[in-house]
């Protein structure tokens, strides 16, 4: 592990010091090679499975952001590493203080680089997301005063089934909840990511939410499992039905979409809400689950963000300028793979981490089961109408396009067909790593 | 929560004036200011915790969390003021329903 944090320093180190043409590409050969080194353990911070898979998750938008960005600012590429490398701790974190802080030092940076590039326009979105992640943070931080004061520490293990620890769990849970998007919280992430520059709402979809998914799964595996043990599923109660709510949400505005962008950010948050779903029977299965899950997200978002950058560059495009894709038709099946995998069709990895969310769902022991089934079906039919806005993307890739549009980016294509590659491969291959070492 | 005695008392009524501020003002400042208050009782509990229990680690996060609480408010505070010169209004109606640049 100390070899992955001096070279998360070296990257952040170079990205301050060096031009932004070399360290752009620097810091995304550095951060992959910090996935190699993380193995053992420096204080709370642990290098196993689990911290790889996310390490994994949150690196690969990174280095298309960073490889792939048309003229980034120095800032930008420091913004980028540092958010990556704060997502690495998030991962890494066995201890609830250490996640929290890491947590929060990602949310800080995120919040620069959604302002990316700054213009007066993005004011407002700005100032929204703000909002809701100031509040997050007084959240995230009053529940750990709760749990600290529970409990007696910031240990992931050793949970006291105080009251006070528990109303700080849930506080700690609702402020994960608002920064992965879930219904009624998710008005930030619509316009932040459909009106940011597209590498930006790329890294933010992706990195952020696959972080805050181990983040949650870190909680299940820790102090949710002890919590639930002893009788207190109520707190869950209002978190899977605002899960499936959100996915209603979701493919609500997917439907009403009619820009790329749009589009994926409302497909977000109908995979926010999908997500919660395994919690509900909290333990390393759910932390495993949440962990895959995230891969899978992160790969298929990726391609369908990277899909707009080869198209339009950091612009937006409408659901039928994707028909530029028409003639890479490789490319057009990475995009179709990536956008059968956000649905959750086989034989793509999102069919798995939703199958394993379903199942995660329903073997919850103590939560009524008339309440569990009734998630379960809700979240089975918003998410079978969230079709509709998937389908819609790939019928667009399917058509030739209007109008003559220049696609070419041969080496971001190449990284595109590997990704989907990979989505198919997770399918037969799963991985399902749990935390260790909890704290 | 017997267990911290008056300290933890004291910071309730913080806590409740900064969600009813948070949920009843549109005014960019009066939130932030409300989310600020919740950040104090935050600091507050953690600090009582911390002494009533001899943990330091409770009082180190507490000082972790006012910089980081105080930082997102201080950028939003910048925001605020820089949304006053554009929109002339601090109203948080604004960011939803979209207002006229001045």
Known sequence: MIGSLLLNLLAILQALLLPVQASRYLSALLLVLSIYFAGGSVGSLVGDAYTAIGMIAIAVPAVVTLLFHKNPQRHFVLLTTLVTVAGYFVVASRNLATLAMSLEAMSLAAAAVAFYPATKEKVRTLTTYLIFSVFAAVLLFSGLAFYFAGTNGFSLVEFTQTPTAIVGLSLILASIMIKIAVTPMHAWAVDVYSLSSTSAALYLSNAVKAAAFLALGILASGPLKAAFSVGYWQVLVPVLALAAISVGVGAGGMALSDRAKRLLAFSSIAHAGFALLAIASPGPAAAAILAYYALAYSIANTIAFSSVLLIKGEEDVSIRGLSALYKRPLTALAFAIAMISLLGVPPTAGFNAKLFALFSLLASAQIPYAFVLAVALAAVVFTAATGYGYAKAIAAVARPPEEEAEVGNLSLEFLLWILAAMLLFLYFFPTLPTPTNLM | ?102
């Open chain 2, 1 to 102: 929560m017997s267990e911290l005695g008056g300290a933890l008392w004291a910071t309730i009524p913080l806590l409740v004036v900064g969600l009813y501020g948070i949920a009843a003002r549109r005014n960019l400042v009066r939130i932030m200011l409300a989310l600020e208050i919740v950040g104090a009782a935050t600091v507050t509990m953690l600090g009582a915790a911390a002494a009533a229990k001899w943990q330091a680690s409770g009082e180190v996060l507490g000082l972790l969390a006012l910089v980081a609480v105080g930082i997102e408010g201080a950028l939003l505070i910048a925001l605020a003021t820089l949304f006053n010169e554009m929109y002339g209004d601090m109203d948080v109606i604004v960011l939803k329903e979209g207002g006229e640049e001045k």
